[in-house]
């Protein structure tokens, strides 16, 4: 079954604002999770990823929060502009594979 | 950056016939993944090779089979096509077996008619 999963299917933020997508995963020995990004048409790209041995970490506009307690991780986008229009994926890398979750489509609202 | 190339980028087949996508990983890398996704859906972890040797299977059908080649590349082959092949085929390259890191090829749009 499914390791990682997201809670919404859609967000829809202004520009400019700052945009949170979340993620549960339910595999408690998971020990790395990564955010990818996929635009329309092409493959998933990589934004940011944690290990299990952090609970923050940070990148260009991104961040990354990992709560083990509750097996939930989300990805902070800091001012949000069009060009982050796409569905993100949160995953997780399981024994040498990619185990994506089902992807927030984030709209950004003029 | 050279990144991984992915061929055909449209591919449009009938029901039934046979069909062969190619990956060539980002130079150095010496392992494949190959990963499905349907419309709408979250891509799905297909087969995995390293050092020319298959490494990993997941939901693959039995009407797939794949091979890694000795420069590396990759080609996926599908027999029987079926309407529900319909899908995005993606490519991923990593450096050694068990490598966090994964990079993503453009993928290749396959339509069965």
């Known amino acids: 079954g499914e390791s990682v999963g997201l809670h919404l299917p859609t967000l829809s933020v202004q520009e400019g604002d700052n945009s949170i997508i979340n993620c549960a995963y339910s595999?408690?020995?998971?020990?790395?999770f990564i955010w990818y990004k996929q635009e329309s048409g092409k493959g998933p790209q990589f934004i940011i990823d944690?290990?299990?041995?952090?609970d923050k970490r940070q990148g260009q506009r991104v961040t990354v929060l990992l709560n083990k307690t509750v097996k939930h991780l989300s990805l902070q986008i800091a001012a949000t502009q069009p060009g982050d229009s796409a569905v993100y994926f949160c995953?997780?890398?399981?024994?040498?594979?990619?185990?994506f979750g089902k992807g927030t489509r984030l709209h950004i609202l003029p | 950056a050279a990144g991984v190339i992915q061929s055909p980028r449209h591919l449009i087949k009938e029901k039934r016939e046979t069909a062969t996508l190619k990956c060539y990983p980002i130079p150095r890398h010496d392992t494949v993944y190959w990963y499905q996704q349907g419309p709408g859906q979250d891509p799905q972890f297909l087969i995995s090779f390293y050092e020319k040797m298959q490494s990993d299977k997941g939901s693959i059908p039995d009407r797939f089979s794949a091979q890694q080649f000795s420069d590396y590349h990759s080609e996926l082959n599908m027999s029987s096509l079926e309407l529900g092949d319909s899908a995005l085929y993606f490519c991923?390259?990593?450096?050694?077996?068990?490598?966090?890191?994964?990079?993503f090829g453009p993928g290749t749009r396959l339509t069965v008619t």
């Open positions: 595999n408690s020995a998971s020990d790395y």
């Open positions: 944690i290990r299990s041995n952090m």
């Open positions: 991923a390259s990593s450096l050694g077996q068990g490598s966090y890191e994964q990079y």
């Open positions: 995953a997780e890398n399981l024994d040498d594979k990619i185990i």
